[in-house]
């Protein structure tokens, strides 16, 4: 989702309470007032040729910001980095993708955009970014989607075969879809088909749609499309999202806790879901926050609560992160990336990649007997 323009100040200030945040907040209020623009619109995409990108990074290796760094209780975190680009088509990167070694990736900018390329690695760090390409979305008859709100593009996942050769779901909001496309070294094809959405999916706000999709690899939905609405409340005050079996879209739920926003989703293997939640107040700025789900805990027509793997705010190293990658290495290791949507706001905001590791075995808790 992008984010309103109080929404992307607050996003760049540190919490109440220290001299750096009131001074950034300040600024930015000023800037405000005086009319001053607070973000780059969206690039226009009808020119854009897919091709080559450049994208320059500076290593994160704390991931406490005004703080002596502290271990975290159930992740460790590998490192991050922060991605910037001459390219003024970089930007508002709203879901990730990694192949099963954690090095190529596809990542879908919420300006109807691909990009795709290889993670390097110092070791275990994640140190840069190589053989970046970039390209527009493309309609059914292969043109860039050019209207605003037919290519808000916000959610990826992993249908078939590989990020080098495969096919992919994509979900939009704006004009709630998901949409398939199949990927080659070259880049996406034009639109090749959707996924039947539900008759509850009208309900969603037109900037609150399908903002975490993916294909469960593993569990008993092994091979389902699973998706969740960024903030859709059932009567309970849950999050909606929906699991297709056969095709078919059955509603699920996630338990509300504390008012956050759904931002996506991955699966790992075993079916194991994991969660990526968001929650802003003038008060506190944003937060970041990831779930995990067991597999058994995941079922039509009940409400998953999951695992709270890791809380932070702007007292950590995160902005706004809106996409998820879980990947199970093969040392047997889990690793968490997600990426960060800048909304093409790169005076007060920043592209982030961040990787953690599970520190169990990536067991996530069952569900309680009911």
């Not at 004009?175 to 039947?196: C, Q, W």
């Not at 007292?315 to 879980?326: H, T």
Request: aromatic share 8%; proline share 5%.
């Amino acid at each position: 989702m992008a984010l309103s323009n109080y929404r992307r100040i607050s996003s760049a200030v540190a919490p109440w309470g220290s001299a750096v945040a009131q001074c950034g907040f300040a600024v930015a209020l000023l800037a405000l007032a005086g009319g001053t623009a607070a973000a780059d619109g969206k690039p226009d995409l009808t020119k854009l040729k897919s091709g080559p990108i450049v994208v320059e990074s500076k290593r994160i290796t704390s991931f406490k910001r005004f703080e002596a760094e502290q271990p975290l209780a159930k992740l460790t975190f590998r490192g991050g980095l922060e991605l910037t680009s001459p390219s003024p088509y970089f930007g508002g990167w709203s879901a990730l993708l990694l192949d099963d070694d954690a090095k190529s990736f596809v990542s879908i900018s919420d300006a109807g955009e691909w990009m795709t390329g290889t993670l390097v690695y110092d070791g275990v760090h994640p140190a840069g970014i190589a053989k970046a390409r970039l390209g527009p979305l493309r309609d059914a008859e292969g043109r860039p989607i050019k209207r605003g709100r037919d290519r808000d593009s916000e959610s990826i996942a992993l249908a078939s075969g590989t990020l080098a050769s495969g096919s992919v779901l994509i979900g939009f909001e704006g004009r709630h879809r998901i949409e398939r496309y199949d990927m080659t070294p070259a880049g996406f094809s034009a639109v090749r088909g959707n996924l039947k959405l539900p008759p509850e999916a009208k309900k969603m706000g037109s900037n609150l749609g399908l903002e975490a999709l993916t294909v469960l690899t593993g569990g008993p939905y092994k091979g389902s499309a699973i998706a969740f609405s960024e903030r859709l409340y059932d009567q309970q005050r849950n999050h909606t999202g929906w699991i297709w079996t056969a095709d078919v879209p059955q509603t699920v739920h996630l338990k509300n806790i504390g008012d956050y926003d759904i931002t996506d989703i991955s699966s790992l293997d075993d079916g194991t879901l994991f969660v990526l939640e968001r929650r802003f107040r003038w008060t506190e700025g944003v937060k970041m926050r990831l779930r995990r789900v067991a597999p058994e805990d995941l079922s039509p027509d009940h409400t998953s609560e999951g695992e709270i793997l890791i809380e932070a705010d702007l007292n950590d190293q995160i902005d706004n992160m809106e996409g998820l990658a879980v990947t199970r290495l093969k040392t047997g290791e889990i690793l968490i990336t997600m990426i960060s949507d800048d909304n093409f706001n790169q005076m007060l905001q920043r592209t982030l990649l961040l990787q953690f590791v599970l520190k169990d075995s990536g067991q996530a808790k069952a569900r309680p007997p009911d």
